[in-house]
């Protein structure tokens, strides 16, 4: 009879101990979760910045070049490096 009881409180703290970490891998997987996508909503709010800034640039730019200016533009970023863009 010593030996089962043995047995069973073996098994037992085995358990405890795998409930345990069961416990602590949720909690950091709900904590890990729940930062990258607070990253991935301030990257994208800053993209979304950064592309309206970029629209107003372009307006301003098409403004100042009139109506005979093509969609896409070519800049000249110095050395042997040219853009183009639209």
């Not at 795998?18 to 709010?45: G, P």
């Not at 372009?58 to 533009?73: A, L």
Request: charge should be positive; hydrophobic fraction near 35%; aromatic fraction near 8%.
């Amino acid at each position: 009879m010593i030996i089962l009881e043995k047995v069973f409180k073996a098994k037992v703290d085995k358990f405890d101990e795998c409930r345990t970490k069961l416990h602590t891998n949720h909690k950091f997987s709900q904590m890990y979760f729940a930062q990258e996508l607070q990253k991935q909503k301030l990257y994208r709010n800053e993209i979304l910045h950064e592309k309206v800034q970029w629209e107003k640039e372009r307006d301003t730019i098409m403004k100042k070049m009139g109506s005979n200016m093509k969609r896409i533009v070519s800049l000249d970023v110095g050395g042997t490096h040219s853009i183009k863009t639209n």
